[in-house]
């Protein structure tokens, strides 16, 4: 059984900071991909970020030059520093991962419970 838990969200004052904490556990051999998503009421899921195993980073234009993904592979976590929030930025952030919990099977999506950012004065 794969979990991945957040942490970190909260209310921030516009052009304010916060890092989220996505932590992956479990039955674990490889994690493939692994970022954020997030979603604003009445809104699709979209992606904010996300980094390979490689290290290759992907951005949503929105957010480019002023969130950081990074990832610690000993730890099985993900981190989304983000500067410069706005209150466009207020939606439930979702971590999500590609893992894969076996050598000879393919990755599977799995997701968190998503954690509240709201922006506002």
């Known amino acids: 059984q794969v979990q991945l838990v957040e942490s970190g969200g909260g209310l921030v004052q516009p052009g304010g900071s916060l890092r989220l904490s996505c932590a992956a556990s479990?039955?674990?051999?490889?994690?493939?991909?692994i970022g954020w998503f997030r979603q604003a009421p009445g809104k699709q899921r979209d992606l904010v970020a996300n980094?390979?195993?490689?290290?290759?980073?992907n951005y949503a234009d929105s957010v480019k030059g002023r969130f950081t993904i990074s990832r610690d592979n000993a730890k099985n976590t993900v981190y989304l520093q983000m500067n410069s929030l706005n209150p466009e930025d207020t939606a439930v952030y979702y971590c999500?991962?590609?893992?894969?919990?076996?050598?000879?099977?393919?990755?599977?999506?799995?997701w968190g419970q998503g954690t509240q950012v709201t922006v506002s004065s």
């Open positions: 999500n991962a590609d893992i894969g919990v076996t050598m000879s099977g393919g990755p599977k999506p799995y």
């Open positions: 479990g039955s674990i051999f490889k994690i493939y991909t």
């Open positions: 980094i390979i195993s490689s290290g290759t980073t």
